[in-house]
């Protein structure tokens, strides 16, 4: 079955603290791995996708099939950074029936 | 990036009732659109996907009778909860997609639609 974890509901952080949230998922082929993000009172938006292999707002993210994990770094957090992320997969090439984890928010204080 | 518009933000109805929410695509047309269910601290549970001009395809546990997708047209998707009971009360959200090469392009989200039945 289709599954991802994300075993952290909140992580909070000081301004220029290093960040990393986590996601484990489970899936039997070659999933493609995403992260989303939803900042305060806005819509759900992609932050990266793994195939991309890029980092946007200062975020990356590796795929390690071995360990089925897709965690999200930065190493220096700021403020703007607070917001809710979800890691998400789907089973095919593309965004068809993406399956998402529980979420994880993110504060960055100060 | 894309824009998709979700009507109405926020609905109360009493229970027994039916309630439409419509999901547009406003500068691209949605080959495809998703409707998603997501319960307070839970994640979005993907419901139904649906393609432009042929019936919706629901997922496992999703009652096809209970929530009627249609998708009519390239920017327009509707959700009708028919006869809402207390228990269906949620936050309903759509994406919309395009599928372009035999791939989906990404997945622009509505801001959803909270549904309160009384």
């Known amino acids: 079955a289709q599954r991802v974890t994300q075993p952290e509901k909140l992580l909070s952080v000081f301004k220029g603290a290093p960040v990393e949230l986590k996601c484990n998922y489970s899936y039997s082929g070659s999933p493609e791995l995403f992260w989303y993000v939803q900042y305060s009172r806005q819509r759900l938006q992609l932050l990266l996708r793994h195939i991309s292999r890029e980092s946007i707002k200062g975020f990356t993210a590796d795929l390690n099939k071995g360990e089925t994990s897709f965690h999200l770094k930065k190493p220096f957090a700021q403020e703007e950074d607070s917001a809710m992320y979800y890691c998400?997969?789907?089973?095919?090439?593309?965004?068809?029936?993406?399956?998402f984890g529980t979420g994880t928010r993110l504060l960055v204080s100060p | 990036g894309a824009v998709v518009s979700q009507h109405p933000s926020r609905v109360i109805c009493k229970s027994g009732t039916s309630v439409k929410i419509e999901c547009r695509s406003l500068?691209?047309?949605?080959?495809?659109m998703f409707w998603y269910r997501q319960f307070p601290k839970q994640s979005l549970m993907l419901m139904a996907t649906?393609?432009?001009?042929?019936?919706?395809?629901?997922e496992q546990g999703v009652e096809k009778d209970k929530f009627l997708i249609n998708h009519a047209s390239l920017t327009l998707s509707t959700l009708t909860v028919t006869s809402a009971h207390p228990e269906d009360s949620s936050f309903y959200i759509c994406?919309?997609?395009?599928?372009?090469?035999?791939?989906?392009?990404?997945?622009?989200f509505g801001p959803g639609t909270r549904l309160t039945v009384l």
């Open positions: 649906s393609n432009e001009g042929s019936k919706a395809t629901y």
């Open positions: 500068d691209f047309q949605a080959t495809t």
């Open positions: 994406s919309a997609s395009e599928l372009a090469g035999g791939t989906y392009n990404e997945q622009f």
């Open positions: 998400a997969l789907s089973g095919r090439t593309g965004f068809q029936k993406l399956v």
